[in-house]
């Protein structure tokens, strides 16, 4: 088909704008609104209380969107941020609150959100698990970026809204065992004869034990591998060449384990496994999903998203019999590993997509006390009514969104559920995201 050009009205570039704006509250992104010429404007670094000098980024007929120039009038929570890197790096958005004042505002703002999208009142509040607010994280993707003009390398992390790599030296919120990172890639790096073929490093504090994954686009010669060992000899190195496709290093090298202590439990996994990033808020969040739930060895328990077994075998020390569905393989196997190596032996697990139609099978029978979802960040999409097909008597929801989390909540509650337990649980500090637990039961 021909496509005539045709020119349109010039509009005028929002880019130049700045205004001033008096900001009213915090949205659950952790960004300021207020509202200029019938518009709501979501003001991103701004605080309630505050009136900015805001460049907008971004104007429709109904909403807007900008970044703060310059804060007129400053909220008395507005501190210093810590990190040098902050108006660069693309991590921690929120740092310009204490650690405390970020909880309590994400929390107000997330209970507005969740009472607006399911018309329930005073939400059922426990108190919150919280978080130091540095050197929590056990991973992170570490950038590494070749400059062919000035052959010269930048290691650090992509900045806000962009794919440039903004160089870090310290991070605020690492984990202390992975600080020697930064200084070790910028020491080795320009001596490798392939290091232009590395574009990032993962990194992972495994209890203590760090291990380093470098991705490389091309092949890697034997002298490179030896000179990044011997860099940071304690470490585990492996490679890898594809995405998913990795090779360790070294002769005695050993996967990745987590140890839940109040349990006893270990837990093994991959480098590309999905495990949650803040280990202290972790131990606290397995706890306390026995707790809520307080399985008894009578019940039969459907958990889904499982992971490696984070909840999983926590869960099957206490009940009669725990059956796990995750949709990737070969995190089904991990499971299945991981209650061998506990000895545990009432645990089963599966491979399925629950977003589609659940198939006719065993697990998918009306049999459970409790079913324990712990979603990515889409929530339960299509799976939610399926839940509540099932009619467990409770339902316990471990949620990383609260937008999609909300949603869920809505078909749950519809659909005969009432929510009883309420928590946020501070695992990403200095950022806007906010972890959930939540706690349905069934109407009699
Ligand atoms: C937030 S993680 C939680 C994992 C585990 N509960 C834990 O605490 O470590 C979400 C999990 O859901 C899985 N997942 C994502 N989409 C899925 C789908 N459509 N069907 C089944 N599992 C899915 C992911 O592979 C991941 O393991």
Known sequence: MVKIYQAGKAKKSPANQAIQLKIDRLDHQGQGIGYWQGK?????????????????????SKVAKGKVRRVLDASPLRQQAACPHFANCGGCQLQYLSAE???????????????????????PWQPAIRSAGAGYRRRARIGVWFDKQQQRFTVG??????????????CLVLSPVLAPVFSVLNQVLPQLKQGSAIT?????????????????????????????????????WLGEAQPGEFTAWQADYRPPEYQLAEQKLRLQFEPDDFIQVNPEVNRQMVQQALD????????????????????????????KAVHALEGVATMVRRIEQNAQL???????????????????????????????????????????????????????????????????????????????????????????????????????
Not at 41 to 54: Q, R
Not at 105 to 110: C, D, R, S, W
Not at 292 to 319: H, K, M, V
Request: with cysteine.
């Open 157 to 170: 992390f992509r900045q806000a809204n962009d794919k440039t790599i903004s160089a870090v030296a310290h």
């Open 40 to 60: 709501i404007v979501f003001a991103s670094g701004a605080l309630p209380g505050e009136t900015v000098d805001l460049q907008l980024t971004d104007t429709k």
């Open 200 to 236: 990032h490093v993962e990194v992972l504090d495994a209890d203590g034990q760090a291990y380093l994954i470098v991705r490389h686009i091309r092949a890697l010669p034997e002298s490179d591998q030896q000179l990044l060992l011997q860099a940071w000899p304690d470490a585990f």
């Open 101 to 123: 004042a970020q909880l309590e505002l994400k929390q107000q703002a997330v209970d507005q959100m969740i009472c607006h999208q399911t018309g329930l009142k005073d939400l």
């Open 342 to 444: 506990n000895k545990i032996s009432n645990l089963t697990a599966a491979q399925a997509d629950l977003h589609l139609p659940w198939p006719k099978a065993d697990w998918n029978q009306p049999v459970y006390d409790a079913v324990l979802l712990d979603p990515a960040r889409a929530g339960a999409v299509g799976a939610a009514e399926q839940i509540a097909a099932l009619g467990p008597a409770r339902i316990l929801y471990v949620s990383c969104n609260p937008v999609s989390f909300a949603a869920d909540a809505k078909l749950f509650l519809a659909a005969g559920y009432q929510l009883v337990k309420l928590a946020a649980m501070d695992m990403f500090p200095q950022t806007s995201h906010l972890e959930l637990m939540a706690l349905f039961r069934r109407r009699k």
């Open 292 to 319: 809520w739930l307080e399985p008894d060895l009578t019940q039969n328990i459907l958990e889904l998203y499982s992971g490696i077994g984070n909840f999983s075998l926590a869960l099957a020390q206490r009940t």
